[in-house]
């Protein structure tokens, strides 16, 4: 059984890893390029990200849109969309699981020891 502080050392990285999940789902910067012309007036940074991509002009100013479909991201971020959502749906599961693990093991126990002891029904003949 580990001690108490590697615990909450281990609940605290879970937690602070999940948010951090949920930071870069929100962020356009999933692959980022730049695009610099001639000169730097025609300088062009592209941003793109799960939700949206941006485009950053050289005078400052971004211009953010929200994808239309789904077909409109390019594969590997398809792939990551969905990862980093199933990813963020597990961490939901898998955070009361770590911090009350006895009260879900004995509601474990009595669902399968009921299951078990619940005689099938027969009917007669």
């Not at 012309?37 to 211009?63: D, H, K, P, R, Y």
């Not at 969905?82 to 006895?102: C, D, K, N």
Request: hydrophobic residues 55%; proline residues 5%.
């Amino acid at each position: 059984m580990a001690s108490a502080g590697l615990q909450i050392l281990g609940i605290s990285m879970a937690i602070i890893g999940w948010i951090g999940d949920i930071i870069i789902c929100a962020l356009p910067m999933w692959k980022v390029t730049a695009f610099i012309g001639n000169n730097i007036v025609t300088a062009q940074i592209f941003w793109e990200g799960l939700w949206m991509n941006c485009v950053i002009q050289s005078t400052g100013q971004m211009q953010c849109k929200v994808y239309d479909s789904m077909l409109a991201l390019p594969q590997d971020l398809q792939a990551a969309r969905a990862l980093v959502v199933i990813s963020i749906l597990v961490a939901v599961i898998g955070l009361p699981l770590m911090v009350f693990p006895s009260q879900f093991h004995v509601l474990l126990v009595h669902v399968v020891s009921r299951t078990i002891s619940t005689p099938s029904y027969s009917p007669e003949a």
